[in-house]
């Protein structure tokens, strides 16, 4: 085996309480993660793919399960321990300004993490802070500039330089370029794997842009309803989908065709979205499988190892396949 | 082919701040024909949005449109009062904004506001309204629309709402349907969901859809026509497949470089240089002259006219020719 992963993810749960009912957003996921490595989860609104990354940081507590970070486990940390780690692990949001003060400048800001941390004097943590902004690209002026001055692609390289100026070993990103236009996702995704590259950071990357997450990751976990449905390294999963959800998932991104023959027809999906209040018996996925039978509807299924480092929770694996062989002939 | 359905003409779109002048839409002109799907892509700024608000009488107050026309069965939109615009919308054209939330009435059940878009247009009658409600419910792909009917917006999900939302803007049949970026928020799967529904209805009722959206991979697989929009003009107009064949404005070539596609993993991507500049002024060159590679001289004191470069294909570009020469 390899190096000791950076995180490991044992059997977490999370269940919350909503209109008196029982919301299992996150239900025995397990993962590991190496140093260096980008895990990315999808799945749909509501599959819990948010809720998993903010269990890792701690900033929800899993009800079941363990996580270890570096080696140390999370849910055993003294308050004071898991401040000094949390400046390892760091977060990315959707919206960088909802997470800057608007009366802060950018600079300001960028120095205030580092502050807080209390890490280096002033001027050391001035410095660093107009060293980072060149990392992620920003002219040096705009730390005197204020958040409504900047572009959504300004905002998020804030958001990253400030997140880096805590030398993190992880860094969650969760939907850290849905809101930028087209040709500014580019720019701030390719910087995000420079910098991986450069200082050795650990992703997990959170996006519903499926190509995106590929583009990033070395593994992908598919979530549908707080469940790990597949996971696999991340040219195997768009290779050979074999969860009926992740063919499904990959069937629906529409590609710019490359001649007219290859438009895509727009194919109606069965089935909604269940309810996570109210999850469907058996396998959460059966409403909306095509190969769905009478075990899908009763019984559970338990991941099963389908190639090296690829598991997949579906009675019908073997099926899938075979299907996936027959139309690739 | 008859008149087209809806055609705009030259529209020229001014907004004022504080301080100057924003010139977001500069002499955009396309039409659209009864059961087509016309896609509009650029990125925020474009002026997309505003082309297709403004013309059926949604601009922002502090917007003004300056010249053009916008006609409609007839009749030119820009001519005439709210209370005529407000009978059209809603009845001929239907609009899907981009966000449900902000579009919905928070505190009236779902049932009720669909039911209200055939009422107000005197559409139907009650009863029949109510059951066209659950109709449409039923189309929209809600489960239980009855007990669904009498629930608020919050108690939805994004997706959902959305549909609620395309259901109120189809309620009355319209011939039109305009839509902002309908599907963004959506996840794949949702939105596929959406997409097939509406090709559904373009294929029962003959209805046309002009949608505005910066995903090329849902523009050329939905639309029957392209138009990409940059700095309030037209850069490049084609049938969807003329545009798959042979795209060449160096703007839409560069967008369409600039998308991660599945199987992009381990490739080097090229982003378009430079970001959108607020255009203050009346152009004096092209708008994208500045983040282009093919730029010369004429590029800064020549605006480029949109004009034919093949079968079903416009461009606005000086040097068109050699940019289609280079990337066949």
């Known amino acids: ?329 | 082919m008859g008149e087209p359905l809806l055609s705009i003409d030259d529209l020229h779109v001014k907004f004022s701040r504080s301080e100057d002048e924003v010139f977001a839409v500069n002499g955009v002109s396309f039409s659209i024909e009864a059961n087509e799907a016309l896609g509009i892509v650029g990125e925020s700024g474009s002026g997309k949005s505003v082309t297709l608000m403004s013309s059926i009488g949604l601009l922002r107050e502090n917007g003004k449109i300056t010249s053009g026309t916008a006609n409609f069965q007839g009749r030119n939109l820009l001519k005439l009062r709210p209370k005529q615009l407000e009978d059209i919308r809603g009845r001929d054209i239907g609009v899907v904004f981009q966000d449900p939330m902000t579009s919905l009435n928070p505190i009236m059940r779902i049932g009720d506001q669909i039911m209200e878009a055939m009422l107000t247009h005197q559409y139907a009658s009650r009863k029949e309204a109510f059951d066209r409600t659950l109709q449409l419910l039923q189309e929209m792909g809600i489960p239980d629309p009855k007990s669904r009917f009498k629930s608020y917006p919050h108690e939805f999900s994004g997706g959902m709402r959305q549909r609620i939302m395309i259901a109120i803007a189809l309620a009355c049949e319209p011939q039109l349907l305009i839509a902002d970026e309908p599907t963004t928020a959506l996840d794949v799967t949702v939105q596929m969901q959406i997409l097939a529904l509406l090709q559904e209805l373009r294929r029962k009722r003959g209805m046309s859809v002009v949608m505005v959206t910066h995903d090329f991979g849902l523009a050329t697989n939905f639309c029957d026509k392209i138009i990409v929009m940059y700095g309030g003009q037209i850069m490049e107009k084609a049938t969807t497949d003329q545009f798959i064949r042979e795209a060449a404005h160096p703007y839409s070539l560069g967008l369409k470089r600039s998308i991660i596609e599945v199987g992009h993993k381990g490739k080097e991507i090229l982003p378009i240089p430079k970001t959108a500049k607020t255009l203050t002024a009346v152009l004096t060159g092209c708008p994208f002259a500045e983040r282009c590679s093919y730029t010369t001289e004429r590029c800064h004191q020549e605006v480029p006219r949109l004009r034919v470069f093949g079968t079903d294909h416009e461009i606005a570009c000086h040097h068109a020719e050699e940019v289609a020469c280079h990337v066949r």
């Not at chain 1, 420079?194 to 598919?222: G, R, W």
């Open chain 1, 1 to 329: 085996m390899s190096a000791k992963p950076l995180l490991r993810v044992e059997n977490v749960s999370k269940t919350f309480r909503v209109q008196g009912k029982k919301l299992h957003a996150i239900e025995n996921v397990s993962f590991t993660l190496e140093a260096g490595k980008t895990l990315g989860l999808v799945g749909e609104s509501g599959s819990g793919k948010s809720t998993l990354g903010r269990m890792v940081l701690r900033l929800l507590e899993s009800d079941k399960g363990k996580i270890y970070f570096d080696g140390a486990d999370l849910s055993k940390l003294s308050k004071v321990k898991l401040r000094a780690l949390r400046r390892d692990m760091q977060i990315i949001f959707q919206d960088p300004k909802a997470s800057l003060s608007p009366r802060m400048t950018v600079g300001d800001a960028i120095e205030d993490a580092m502050a807080i941390h209390k890490l280096g004097t002033k001027a050391s943590r001035r410095e660093r802070m107009t060293e980072l902004l060149e990392k992620v690209g920003l002219p040096a002026e705009i730390q005197y500039a204020y958040p409504h001055e900047l572009s959504g692609g300004q905002l998020q390289r804030v958001g990253i330089a400030r997140a880096l100026s805590l030398n993190p070993k992880l860094i969650i990103c969760d939907e850290p370029v849905s809101a930028l236009d087209v040709s500014i996702q580019v720019q701030v995704i390719q910087l995000l794997r420079d910098l991986q590259k450069e200082f050795n950071l650990t992703y997990i990357f959170i996006s519903h842009n499926l190509a995106v997450v590929e583009y990033l990751s070395d593994d992908i976990a598919v979530l549908y309803l707080g469940e790990v449905v597949e996971q696999a390294p991340a040219e195997e999963l768009f290779k050979t989908p074999t969860h009926p959800y992740t063919q499904v998932l990959l069937d629906s991104i529409l590609r710019v065709p490359e001649s007219p023959e290859q438009k895509q027809e727009m194919v109606y999906i069965q089935g909604e979205v269940p309810s996570p209040l109210n999850p469907p018996s058996g396998c959460t996925f059966h409403p909306r499988c095509p190969y769905a039978t009478d075990i899908c509807r009763s019984a559970k299924p338990l991941q099963r190892t389908v190639a090296e480092c690829h598991v997949a929770a579906c009675h019908r694996v073997e099926e899938t396949q075979n299907l996936l062989m027959v139309n690739a002939n």
